[in-house]
T-cell receptor, first 116, second 115 residues
Framework: AQKVTQAQTEISVVEKEDVTLDCVYE???????LFWYKQPPSGELVFLIR??????QNEISGRYSWNFQKSTSSFNFTITASQVVDSAVYFC?????????????FGTGTSLTVIP | EAQVTQNPRYLITVTGKKLTVTCSQN?????MSWYRQDPGLGLRQIYY???????DKGDVPEGYKVSRKEKRNFPLILESPSPNQTSLYFC??????????????FGPGTRLTVT
């Protein structure tokens, strides 16, 4: 079973629209971490946010906001007033602590296209 | 400049010819990891290392080897590459330590083609 599910494979929006990228995770650990990364067309992976399992506060950073809900095992990402530069593949990731270290699981990614 | 470097960036090889992809970081990070990225599958962790001489399997370790003899280097070894190992490979490093995970810094990627 997938540890991290990003059900939206591709999303297209018109510039200035808001868009929410969904992420659902699965873990039995009580301590875990969640991340979002952006991969623009140039290919590099850019860190966006880190959340630990004990901090359910939502976070806002400029046009970006994240909604963490343990009750539904979701960590959704919203871009407000989208711009063409937001076009990228976005990955959600989960980190669990295994016996010898921290294993990471990434979702399959959501490809976002913002149309001018 | 803080960075993760990988070499080579592009590699075309033939089935069965051993190869090594190097990875080096200059941030004194304890944690290093290798991933492969394939269309529709996202990133999948191959191996990770919590510290020197401490390595462990990720989700897809078959066909790969790693070693961590020095803190800054974490090479990925394909002893006998096969076409199904054609992929985009990323190395990453992080301040993560046991039970605490932090952001990973990724290298630029190595595109490997095995014919």
């Amino acid at each position: 079973a997938q540890k991290v599910t990003q059900a939206q494979t591709e999303i297209s929006v018109v510039e200035k629209e808001d868009v929410t990228l969904d992420c659902v995770y699965e873990t039995r650990d009580t301590t875990y971490y969640l991340f979002w990364y952006k991969q623009p067309p140039s290919g590099e992976l850019v860190f966006l946010i880190r959340r630990n399992s004990f901090d359910e506060q939502n976070e806002i950073s400029g046009r970006y906001s994240w909604n963490f809900q343990k009750s539904t095992s979701s960590f959704n990402f919203t871009i407000t007033a989208s711009q063409v530069v937001d076009s990228a593949v976005y990955f959600c990731a989960l980190s669990e602590a295994g016996d010898t270290g921290n294993q990471f699981y990434f979702g399959t990614g959501t490809s976002l296209t913002v149309i001018p | 400049e803080a960075q993760v470097t990988q070499n080579p960036r592009y590699l075309i090889t033939v089935t069965g010819k051993k190869l090594t992809v190097t990875c080096s970081q200059n941030m004194n990070h304890e944690y290093m990891s290798w991933y492969r990225q394939d269309p529709g599958l996202g990133l999948r962790q191959i191996y990770y290392s919590m510290n020197v001489e401490v390595t462990d399997k990720g989700d897809v370790p078959e066909g790969y080897k790693v070693s961590r003899k020095e803190k800054r280097n974490f090479p990925l070894i394909l002893e006998s590459p096969s076409p199904n190992q054609t992929s985009l490979y990323f190395c990453a490093s992080s301040l993560s330590y046991h039970r605490s995970s932090y952001e990973q810094y990724f290298g630029p990627g190595t595109r490997l083609t095995v014919t």
